[in-house]
């Protein structure tokens, strides 16, 4: 069987935890933060899960990762 190529998009958006699940890092935390209040922007800092629905997807796109 041939490699499966990463899809270099999902590469720098996901990564794995040390038991297999994927991480993501939240959105919104870009700009226009003035309106945003200080907890809003404290708990995206924090990264998170991919939910189960998601995750078969995405772990396609990153095979070695």
């Known amino acids: ?13 996901f990564r794995r935890t ?4 994927i991480r993501r890092n939240k959105a919104y935390h870009s700009h226009i933060l003035t309106k945003k209040t ?5 708990e995206m ?6 939910a189960p629905a998601d995750a078969k997807n995405i772990a396609r796109l990153i095979p070695y990762l």
């Open 18 to 21: 040390g038991t297999g699940k």
């Open 45 to 50: 800092r924090q990264s998170a899960l991919v």
């Open 1 to 13: 069987m041939p490699k499966i190529k990463t899809n270099r998009g999902a590469a720098k958006r």
């Open 38 to 42: 200080t907890k809003r922007k404290r």
